[in-house]
């Protein structure tokens, strides 16, 4: 027996911990793999796709603007854009728009109600079309050098 | 049941049980490890009951019904949310970490708190609806038609699935979405106007972001994101829709 | 208040129960509304003793109607009082007893006798009637009896009475332990609890403490230097994937294993059997009994035996009676409130016995003698207040009802 009245009962009303995924900050949850399926993997990778063709945006002005710099300026640019890894970049950004787009396609049917239930079979269907062209793209784009 | 299973005999093969420790005025929270045996039917649900009986009494968790559908069991095991009364431990690995929900304020150890799942429904919820097994079958003289329990169990899986929850207390979550959607799909007497601007709001079904982890959490076949999904179907086009989730 | 004053000199009596099930739960809604200041305390969850594993049936009371006519009255009693008082809190589509061989025909007559004198509503029907309600059953049954079985969510329902009671002023507590009780000079004052959640002890003292802990009353029985005539009696239950009934199916006989098959949401629980124990605490799953309701099941729906595995468990009933009960089933299953100051223990009821059905009338009993141990004179009201609804428990302000 303790003798004593029971303690602490107003700390049950206190404020807890929440768990949230990922590694403390928040967003990095989107990006926690562990016990996630195709959607998550959908979800994320347009997150990043979206990132990455914003950055893209920005470096395309960047390099437009050195055509106001003249002939010489242009021309070493081109050098460095038909170089092999320029070349891959382009690819990469192929399938960043390929991705983003086709996946945004699939969001916007599922999305609004219009095919609600069919999102993993979107998600595969609109991925072989996607990859028919990233193949096509690619076959081009090395084939230019 | 108990791992030693008196039919078979001595139990099998010990697990490390990783359990997420924590009670109100502790600085934070820790992992505690426990051996615990298992045998081919031992449920996570069993192991954790066995700690609290044979190792640690002080250990909290909820449980009720033993067969996943209260819904008071759910929690985190090895990242993958479940309801621990129908997952079992053998193929789970040799170190399995168990821990609450997430997303949901933690009360004490393994249970979190409620009420913030229940906040986020609408007041209307009911939780009777129309029984659409066995179509063939006349009800009873005195019976208009056959009811069943909705499929819901709030059980707040999907709301520690859903990544946009994890990064926005104020969304109402899937669960919430998906009831509000099952009233427009079966009414009960409730407004269907009054569910539609409920649901309309930058926090309410325009918030989800189409991750679908809703859905792969569920333990009990209420496909949330579809539901969400049908939902906006029905706010953009001004209309409420006939039910438009296929069954699995 | 110090330890050694057993009784409170206030106005209102302050009564602690101990054992958040569904008999804890609706004694902390009848006594609330008497007027009872009410401190429940419970160890795990609410309802996760044995009220929250039952397969969920509201009975009629049909299968006690032959050998346990008490306990058959208070289920159809009872049976109508939830309906009016949980309104939406069922899956209200009646239950049918199935006979299968001439040796369950020859139990027809008596069954049907038995629920007239019981005052239960029957209807009786030819196998082409049954079939058409319930497709799935045996297409051999001889005949069928419309009963009032129901389904009801094991747990929500009675969660319904913690809400109304917490609404009504109640403070219920759970994750909070009784370590032991607080007894000084032959009374019970109080209990000395450890908090789960704060993980401190302490003691809560009241001038009455009551034990509803179901298979565990004798456990805290014994803190009191008191007895209560507890066998805690386990069955097997198995929950299958699909509804393979709308109606409760039971089998037409005397009790047995496996007579039972509950619908429940998408589910279908088939149950039970039946032994008894020591302890509570510890219940196996007997691999022969999980297997027998597979085979009793599918007698009575032939798609039982085939239908996917959703989980098998065990809970333990609270039988009155002997010790020495082979199996359980020849116990009582009607209920008992125990003064204990018959033992000489002054403080301290026991209420105990009983099924998941008959919860308010046990609660209504046991209110009307600590009620009069406190010479309070208020009577009990909950067949006449409609119950809010579970998702109140978790509200801070009240809900409207869906």
């Not at chain 2, 299973?5 to 600085?27: C, E, N």
């Not at chain 2, 393994?110 to 009420?115: I, Q």
């Not at chain 2, 269907?192 to 709001?201: N, Q, S």
Request: charged residues 20%; negative net charge.
């Amino acid at each position: 027996m303790s003798g004593r009245d029971l303690p602490d009962l107003e700390r049950r009303d206190d404020d807890g911990p929440v768990l949230r995924k990922g590694v403390g900050i928040p967003t990095s949850g989107w990006f926690d793999p562990r016990g996630r399926a195709l959607g998550s993997f959908a979800f994320a990778v347009n997150r990043v796709t979206g990132l990455g063709l914003v950055a893209y945006l920005y470096l395309h002005l960047a390099v437009l603007s050195m055509l106001l710099r003249g002939e010489s300026a242009w021309s070493g640019f081109l050098r460095l854009a038909t170089d092999w890894v320029f070349l891959s970049l382009d690819v990469l950004l192929i399938f960043g728009i390929l991705y983003h787009g086709l996946n945004g396609i699939r969001v916007a049917l599922v999305g609004s109600g219009i095919v609600p239930d069919r999102q993993k079979a979107l998600w595969w269907a609109l991925g072989v079309i996607g990859t028919i062209a990233l193949a096509f793209s690619a076959f081009h784009i090395y084939g230019s050098r | 049941m108990s791992p030693a299973d008196p039919v078979l005999g001595s139990s099998s093969a010990s697990r490390t049980f990783r359990v997420y420790r924590y009670k109100r005025g502790d600085p934070g929270w820790r992992f505690d490890p426990f051996e615990v045996p298992v045998g081919p039917r031992t449920t996570v649900l069993d192991a954790l009951r066995w700690i609290q009986l044979h190792r640690d009494g002080t250990l909290a968790l909820r449980h009720s019904c033993f067969h996943a559908s209260c819904g008071t069991c759910g929690m985190q095991v090895n990242g993958r949310e479940v309801l621990a009364c129908v997952t079992l431990a053998d193929p789970l690995g040799s170190t399995i970490t168990v821990e609450p929900l997430a997303n949901i304020p933690v009360l004490t150890d393994l249970v979190v708190d409620m009420s913030r799942v229940f906040e986020r429904f609408p007041d209307e919820i009911g939780i009777v609806r129309m029984s659409e097994e066995l179509p063939e079958a006349s009800p009873p003289v005195g019976i208009d038609a056959f009811e069943r329990f909705e499929d819901c169990i709030e059980c707040g899986l999907c709301l520690s699935a859903c990544p946009v929850s994890a990064t926005s207390d104020a969304y109402v979550g899937p669960a919430a979405l998906a009831a509000a959607q099952r009233l427009l799909e079966e009414p009960r007497g409730v407004d269907p106007g009054r569910i539609l601007d409920w649901a309309d709001d930058p926090m309410g079904a325009w918030r989800c972001h189409a991750a679908f982890e809703c859905t792969e959490a569920c333990p009990s076949n209420v496909r949330p994101a579809e539901r969400i999904m049908a939902l906006r179907g029905a706010l953009s086009t001004g209309r409420r829709p006939a039910a438009a989730v296929t069954p699995r | 208040m110090t330890r050694s004053a057993p009784r409170a000199s206030r106005d209102v009596p302050h009564v602690l129960i101990v054992g958040g099930g569904g008999t804890g739960g609706a004694l902390a809604h009848d006594l609330t509304l008497r007027g009872i200041r009410i401190t429940l305390v419970e160890r795990g969850e609410f309802t996760s003793g044995t009220t929250g594993r039952h397969h969920g049936l509201l009975h009629s009371g049909a299968r006690y109607a032959v050998n346990d006519r008490e306990s058959a009255i208070e289920c159809i009693e009872e049976n109508a009082i939830l309906r009016a008082i949980c309104p939406g809190s069922f899956e209200e589509n009646d239950g049918l007893f199935v006979a299968l061989t001439d040796e369950d025909m020859e139990y027809y007559d008596d069954f049907v006798e038995a629920c007239k004198a019981c005052g239960i509503p029957i209807e009786e029907l030819g196998p082409q009637e049954a079939l058409r309600m319930e497709p799935l059953l045996n297409p051999d049954l001889k005949a069928a009896v419309r009963v009032p079985d129901a389904t009801m969510d094991a747990m929500r329902m009675p969660l319904r009475f913690f809400a109304t009671a917490k609404h009504g002023g109640a403070t219920l507590h759970n994750f909070m332990e009784v370590l032991d009780l607080v007894v000084y000079a032959g009374a019970v004052t109080g209990v000395t609890v450890r908090d789960h959640v704060t993980g401190s002890e302490g003691d809560i003292h009241a001038d009455l403490v009551v034990n509803a802990t179901g298979p565990w009353s004798e456990k805290i029985a014994h803190m009191a230097g008191a007895d209560v005539p507890i066998s805690p009696s386990p069955g097997v239950m198995l929950a299958l994937h699909g509804r393979l009934c709308n109606m409760v199916v039971n089998r037409m006989h005397r009790s047995g294993d496996g007579d039972i098959v509950v619908p429940q949401r998408a589910l279908s629980v088939v149950g039970t059997s039946s032994w008894t124990v020591e302890d509570p605490d510890e219940l196996d799953v007997p691999q022969d009994h999980v297997a027998r309701m597979r085979v009793e099941g599918a007698k009575l729906i032939p798609a039982v035996a085939q239908a996917g595995f959703r989980a098998a468990w065990s809970a333990a009933r609270p039988l009155i009676g002997a010790k020495d009960a082979d199996s359980g089933r020849e116990l009582s299953r009607t209920f008992k409130t125990i003064d204990h100051a018959g033992d000489g223990v002054e403080g301290f009821v026991t209420i105990t016995g009983g099924k998941a059905t008959t919860l308010r009338g046990m609660a209504e009993l046991c209110g009307d003698v600590i009620c009069r141990k406190l010479g309070v004179d208020a009577p009990c009201s909950t067949r006449n207040v409609t119950t809010l609804p579970h998702t109140a428990f978790y509200a801070e302000t009240e809900r409207r009802l869906a």
